[in-house]
């Protein structure tokens, strides 16, 4: 004991602040964590995640639901209009966007934008005055994408007439979707909906669907999980970086698409149109990773995160335990790199359905396979690789069909655990474009966000009240 | 002094192991370095090194030559036959062959192979028998490819009738020239000859390489230099790997082809060819780095190595400053994975110009951009960084054009300086494949070996007497 207090003294804090203030202020060498209760130190919902930790019920869902995700086995299999692929869709008129669900009155900027460009793609509307009094009469409906098994980046607006890659679970046959990538620019997604948007969508519905329609289906059924897999062994993480992958489908598609005796003239507009546009495949990874998410929903009692979403003014997630219920937050802020001339004043909140890739452990869980993408969205390699890391404390496991070179092929982290989220304090980090907050002005940036704490809280909440009554039953 | 000789001693030996067994013979702890003396011991050597070390002749060449290597910039401008491409090819009946130069009595079974399948294809012999006669006779000239601009892959035979990819360095206007990749299986340059090759070949010739040369015309001339950069950030090292970059070179090859308004027919069958060859852009990236080399050639007083080149015998090196002079020894070992059923006996030595990459910069010195290149050659992606962090200590400098993600965007090592080689003992890496040691087997492995010492060695020798006689004028 002697020896000790004749040592010069460190002391560790953690908790208040003051408690180290008051050690620095008589001379004292005070290290301060920046530890803070869990569950925002919320003492009921601390209450409920105590009763939800190592709970048998929570752990045997969450086996189940870890393995059904693990099992999933995505696959190409068409591309079919909205209106086919979801027939809800044709039986009223119907639009659907990214998200949870919210009213037209408090969308933000891009989303309206982009309902509007819909309704004038679909011909229901020939200006944004009737556009915008047709959805507040009710004669439009708004739902989320989320709620039909599809997935849309951005804005995520899904109008009958637009075409979707049509994605089969081949283990359990449940079908997801997404929409076409109309590349960068001027485009929907972003809300913009001039002359040229409207355009580019309507030589999608009428040359490129039916175009790719014919190669996928010369193809055969691609299987997208090992394609995402060695787009992650070159530099892609599949959210924001899509390069690799894009350049992988090419080689696929291509010579399928010339084996269907199409047009030269169409084959190359197509060739040219999917080549100039890096981000092809990124809606093909959502609908991917929807997939693999919706066949881990819907678990009784799982703690397993199946959806993180945005409609650019909140967050929402989904429990695999609670089903379809919708937990919501304000969307954090984006830090990240503005493309010249613009800053974060300019930016929408965080925005669209592609953080489904994050929640089925790519994108920002990925982040070290990709080092290139802080070149995009900010940083250094190193963060990159710690982000990695760091994700492995909130899931229930790893992903073997995913694995990182950087980190000496460790599979990435995958199956975020709720419970893990709120008792840790770590939020999910996703990797994001930045839209500007006015309609059609595009995109802005990218960069790295997380999933706000508050939703966490409220789903331990909700999915505590749910073990409770199943322990009675 | 007393503090330190009552503390337990760790002795650290460098040289002669006998000292280290005679301290650990009496109980002592010794860590023994597998230190040796610079230049594998040679007294005359080490003396002719010393007096090139920080020599302000050679210091002041080696500047002129960095430059030259670092401003090149390879440009894809053409597609040509070899006997256009080089008209010498044309005037004597002449085959070029990889590395440095060598007898047909002493060529390695593939090579030979290699040779006489050039000859079939030619219609210069109708047998093996034949082919072997007039080489042995005279009515045949073998050359190394490096004495026309040139660059082959493993066995890298190039004959008048075969297409080569024309690159032009539009710094200096100095073309150099490689053929096109077979892919795998039974192929040319591993020394297989049968009909399925030379049917392959006349393909190339008649269908590949003028769909090619009109995509190339029609695209306008593609900078290399850019595309390899690329790559390397997409998890190629741009010599064992090439992934990302026959992605890269496709999407921009096929929308050009598709606007040259061939049959259909044979636009499928060439985007079949190269979407089903991942090693399709090798021969670009070793013709690039060809260019970026003779740039730097022949500069007087100059230490840097501008050719590394192996015929299945001899490794061959040629350095700035003794211009077309090859130096010479016996080929090291291949470390590496073997494909199933084959072992290190079933190995031919080390083979093929590809080493001019690793010679630029790229290949096993940028090792680090290609964590996934272990899979192929063996070893961690540790291994992968720790070999591009260690060309650092015997290159004249860096290459800003290439970086390295997983070293924070480093610059490759580039600018093999023959003194830091000789000096520090540190050979430079490359990565490789493996053939088998008999004629068209094919490739059996892929790895890692060195370059040998005694080249380098003799190297420093001839600099020095060239030097020598500078400062006498």
Redesign the interface.
Known sequence: MNTLFNQPLKVVNAGLQSFASNIQKVGGDVIALAWQPPALGNINAGMDLASLLRHPLVEQANNIAMERYLNAQPVLVDVMYASEAIPEMSERKCILHSGPPISWENMCGPVKGAIVGAMLFEGWATSHEEAECKVLTGEIHLEPCHHYHAVGPMAGIISPSMPLWVIENKTNGQRSFSNFNEGLGKVLRFGANNEEVLNRLFWMRDELAPALKAAVRQLGELELKPLMAQAL????EVHNRN??AT??L???L??AL??C?LP?EN??RV??FI?GNDHFFLNLSMAACKAMMDAAANVPFSSIVTVMARNGVNFGIRLSGTGERWFQAPANAVEGLFFPSYGVDDAAADLGDSAITETAGVGGFAMASS??IVKFVGG???DATNNSRRMQSITVGRNPAFTL??L??APTAAGIDVRKVVDRGILPVINTGIAHKQAGVGQIGAGITTAPMPCFVDAITALAEAVSKGEKQ
Not at 233 to 236: I, L, P
């Open positions: 062994h070159m530099g892609d390069a690799a350049g992988l090419t080689k696929r291509l010579p010339l084996a005796h030269l084959v190359q060739v040219a080549t080092p290139a250094t390699p190193a070179p950087a000496n092929f």
